[in-house]
């Protein structure tokens, strides 16, 4: 099994900058990509950003050039640097993991969510 705990969030005015983290832990092998979706009220979760177990990072066109991803192996944990906020970017922030254990792929997993609220 395969437990996300999300730190960091919060209210911020548009314009700074706030930063995310998520921790995996559990009977965990490998992890191909964590990352984090996002959740504005009345809408779909709607995906962000994640990065892969290479290094390789990818983002919505939506939080490109003013978010980053950032990974430590040995830790299973990911950071989310995010700046020059807008009010749209306010939600909650899903952490997720693609874990396994040997061949075992596990279900994706999820953290408890993080809210992050940015005003104009």
């Known amino acids: 099994q395969v437990h996300l705990v999300e730190s960091g969030g919060g209210p911020v005015q548009a314009g700074g900058s706030l930063r995310l983290s998520c921790a995996a832990s559990?009977?965990?092998?490998?992890?191909?990509?964590m990352g984090w979706y996002r959740q504005v009220p009345g809408n779909q979760r709607e995906w962000a950003v994640h990065?892969?177990?290479?290094?390789?990072?990818y983002y919505a066109a939506s939080v490109k050039g003013r978010f980053t991803i950032s990974g430590d192996n040995a830790k299973n944990t990911v950071y989310l640097q995010m700046n020059s906020l807008k009010p749209e970017d306010t939600g909650v922030y899903y952490c997720?993991?693609?874990?396994?254990?040997?061949?075992?792929?596990?279900?994706?997993?999820w953290g408890q969510g993080t809210q992050v609220t940015v005003s104009s």
């Open positions: 559990g009977s965990i092998s490998s992890i191909n990509a």
């Open positions: 990065i892969s177990s290479g290094g390789s990072t």
């Open positions: 997720f993991a693609d874990a396994s254990r040997g061949s075992y792929a596990y279900p994706r997993s």
